[in-house]
């Protein structure tokens, strides 16, 4: 049996990114790598979306972009220029062409469409599926693994939305705004908000979006996308593509899953920002340091670090999953008295301590002193 020297485990955005910097690294050239997945032409079935000060790798493939957001609260509303950022969203359909066409150039790489059964660790990894077994030297895994749930030391929300792609007849959208956070929706005792995209004065993505750890029935996304739609005024219009997902958000330890022969990358690798549910801008960062560390290290359990960030997310988690009708009251705070520059940078990873402390003193104390409380004693 062909043992190839790395396996990816999904074709999503984490292990097709990954894929196409070994490709484009002639490091991998003489290295053996198999993709698999059950499916290859996934389409537009994602849209992402992320911040960035200059121009970046992916700016052939931008679908839209943004230099003011809206924030909406009960307390405090504004539109705000975030320069020097420009928020910048992708459709899934473009991202996977681009890098499938840099992936395919290269005889060394193969794909198998196939379901995945399972996977083991035995020192070579062998990984069972609908089309046969397969094995390698090296696994890189972007298919969740469900542990986590099962668990309570560390909470798990999810970010759960539904999406409707809406066309008017008229031009009757801001294009120039993108709507960050809506919280002027009714929360009805958990965190929630519209986030609305404008691609162009006739088209915008209207998401309705929870952090909680429950999903709703899908008739209540598509109602309140409809309530949303009819406070604004917007009556006669089309739904001409839409989408949906749900996201953990955890801070729980997905490095304890990983071994010697074994890394879990993506959101199966813990790479969503647990705070926000943010992937892309992470799994970027994420491949880049990932390939760079191939070339050195032979054990994969070393890769994963956690950071201050992590134990920022770890309390603002707790105090969501304890009192998840305070969501919205926190981010209006924040970006009520932060400012949007600081915020970005802080979601990033990027800050300070100095900058930590702006961000830290800009929301309500008391429920994170006790989150606190309850993790030191």
Not at 40 to 55: A, F, L
Not at 199 to 205: E, F, G, M, V, Y
Not at 260 to 266: A, H, P, R, Y
Not at 299 to 304: E, G, M, N, T, V
């Amino acid at each position: 049996m062909k043992i190839y020297d790395y396996i990816i485990l999904g074709a999503g955005a984490s292990g097709l990114m990954l894929a196409y910097r070994m490709a484009s690294d002639a490091f991998f050239d003489d290295k053996s790598i198999l993709i698999i997945d059950k499916e290859k032409d996934k389409g537009n079935d994602r849209t992402w979306c992320y911040w960035e000060k200059k121009k970046d790798e992916w700016e052939t493939i931008l679908h839209k972009t943004w230099n003011t957001i809206f924030f909406g609260g009960e307390t405090f509303q504004d539109t705000i220029d975030i320069s020097p950022y420009t928020y910048k969203m992708i459709r899934s359909e473009a991202f996977y062409k681009s890098l499938w066409e840099t992936i395919n150039t290269n005889p060394n790489i193969e794909f198998v469409q196939a379901e995945v059964e399972d996977f083991k660790d035995a020192n070579k990894v062998k990984v069972v599926t609908s089309k046969g077994v397969f094995q390698s030297k090296k696994l890189f895994n972007s298919i969740p693994n469900s542990s986590f749930l099962d668990q309570e030391k560390y909470p798990v929300l999810q970010q759960h939305f539904v999406g409707w792609f809406v066309k008017i007849k008229t031009d009757a959208f801001d294009a120039s705004v993108a709507t960050f956070m809506d919280f002027t929706i009714p929360q009805k005792g958990n965190t929630r908000f519209m986030y609305v995209l404008p691609t162009d004065k006739q088209t915008a993505l209207f998401e309705y979006t929870l952090f909680s750890k429950d999903l709703l029935e899908f008739s209540e996304y598509e109602n309140a996308i409809k309530s949303y739609l009819e406070e604004k005024n917007i009556k006669d219009y089309e739904i001409v593509e839409t989408e949906k997902g749900s996201i953990p958000m955890t801070s729980y330890k997905f490095s304890k899953l990983n071994t010697k022969n074994v890394l879990n990358i993506g959101t199966a690798g813990g790479w969503t920002k647990a705070s926000t549910g943010y992937t892309f801008k992470n799994t970027t960062k994420k491949t880049k340091v990932l390939v760079s560390f191939l070339k050195s290290q032979n054990d994969l359990s070393k890769f994963s670090r956690h950071t201050k960030f992590w134990f920022y997310d770890l309390l603002f988690l707790d105090v969501l999953a304890n009192e998840n009708e305070k969501g919205a009251a926190l981010f209006t705070s924040l970006f009520k008295k932060a400012k949007t520059e600081t915020i970005l940078k802080f979601l990033d990873e990027e800050t300070s301590l100095l900058e930590d402390l702006k961000i830290i003193t800009s929301v309500p104390s008391m429920q994170f002193i006790k989150a606190l409380t309850k993790r030191m004693f």
